[in-house]
């Protein structure tokens, strides 16, 4: 089973000042996530946390699949529009993400093939990333995972 062409765009996200620090003191309470005063960090202020940008992606992931017309409601396409997750690889933050920065996120089948313990589910191999308006990668990672078939 073939994979789509080139990276598709699963959504945008725009990180303000008030989300980078909500974000970090629950998840990550590094300064230079959580205080615009934080000048003397490697980042001469305020960044998102990594993990917040990946966080996102997933979110938006999950959302630009989870439309599923003529399905009935207990379908697992429908229960899981993503399916079950076995990892991600080669995760990389490029470049530091501001307040302000809106992020574009795609993801790209890699591979794609049926599953040969569960029929009506297929194993994706996704490299999934984001850039910066000026064209900058900022994340990028793999993806392997199990989804059941439907329009994913």
């Known amino acids: 089973m073939a994979g789509r062409e080139g990276p598709v765009e699963i959504g945008r996200f725009t990180f303000s000042q008030e989300e980078i620090a909500r974000f970090a003191r629950a998840f990550d309470p590094q300064p230079f996530h959580v205080d615009a005063a934080a000048a003397a960090s490697p980042f001469g202020g305020l960044v998102a946390s990594g993990w917040h940008t990946a966080c996102v992606w997933m979110g938006l992931f999950v959302r630009a699949n989870g439309a599923v ?61 984001a850039r910066r308006e000026d064209g900058t990668e900022v994340l990028t990672f793999e993806l392997k995972h199990m989804a059941p078939d439907g329009p994913l």
């Not at 003529?70 to 997750?85: E, F, R």
Request: hydrophobic residues 40%; glycine residues 12%.
């Open 69 to 129: 017309d003529g399905l009935p409601a207990d379908h697992p396409a429908v229960l899981s529009p993503v399916g079950v997750g076995f990892g991600m690889s080669d995760l990389k933050w490029l470049a530091p993400v501001r307040a302000g920065d809106t992020l574009t996120f795609f993801t790209e089948v890699l591979e794609a093939r049926p599953s040969g313990s569960r029929p009506g589910w297929t194993i994706f191999h996704r490299r999934n990333s």
